[in-house]
């Protein structure tokens, strides 16, 4: 094999599908499919002990589904791309398979030439997703990028109350929170009560405890 090899392997239940995909990549020049897997365990078995540069991987499979498989490679050689290949155009699919790290989502009606393209570019460090699911794909990024920006909107807390909880998460009392916000006790206490309220929390340890483990506060 030369140094540009694309080495792939195949994932999926139907050995059909497997010698299909197979016929198609040996007609082209520098693909190699070095292994075939017929469920997610065998995936990640030769994922584990194959050098492999791309992964076509199926979503419905038996014992170990694709988007179990694909968490645990990506967990593994995160330098692998993962193309899902799958019958489904449904968002639901798309987006947990995103957030498994995948480079590519191509459904299996796609053309032969497509599908090449997709792994090529894949190869070369760039991802792919079916035009009819860009929109979606955006529109989900943008929610979540502005949940991540604002995330107190959701739980309904004012600025300060989110300076006051801040400050609960790095261990100071309220003696020291008022210094440092140049407020009284008092207004740390009301602030408290509220911040306890909104969170549905009995205590400061867990109104600290939630606030980390929602991102509520950067310490």
Do not use: W
Request: glycine share 6%; aromatic share 4%.
């Amino acid at each position: 094999m030369t140094d540009n090899e694309i080495k792939v392997l195949i994932a999926d239940d139907h050995a059909l599908m497997r010698e299909g995909l197979i016929k198609i990549l040996s007609m082209e020049p520098n693909i190699t499919v070095v292994g075939e897997a017929e469920d997610g365990q065998q995936a990640v078995e030769l994922a584990r002990t194959s050098d492999v540069n791309i992964i076509l991987m199926d979503i419905n499979m038996p014992n170990v589904n694709g988007i179990e498989a694909t968490k645990i490679i990506k967990n593994e050689k995160p330098e692998v791309g993962v193309i899902a290949l799958t019958i489904h155009d449904q968002e639901d699919y798309l987006f947990e398979m995103i957030r498994c790290g995948i480079s590519g989502y191509v459904l299996k009606d796609v053309s032969a030439d497509e599908l090449i393209n997709t792994i090529r570019g894949v190869a070369a460090g760039q991802s792919f997703v079916p035009p009819s699911l860009l929109a979606k794909v955006f529109k989900e990024f943008n929610r979540l990028a502005e949940q991540r920006e604002q995330p107190h909107r959701q739980y309904g807390l004012t600025s300060r109350e989110l300076e006051v909880l801040t400050e609960i998460a790095r261990g100071l009392s309220n003696k020291e929170i008022a210094k440092k916000l140049f407020i009284s006790e008092k207004t740390v206490k009301n602030h408290l009560t509220n911040i306890f309220q909104k969170l549905e929390v009995h205590d400061r340890t867990q109104a600290a405890l939630f606030a980390i483990k929602n991102n509520l506060v950067d310490i």
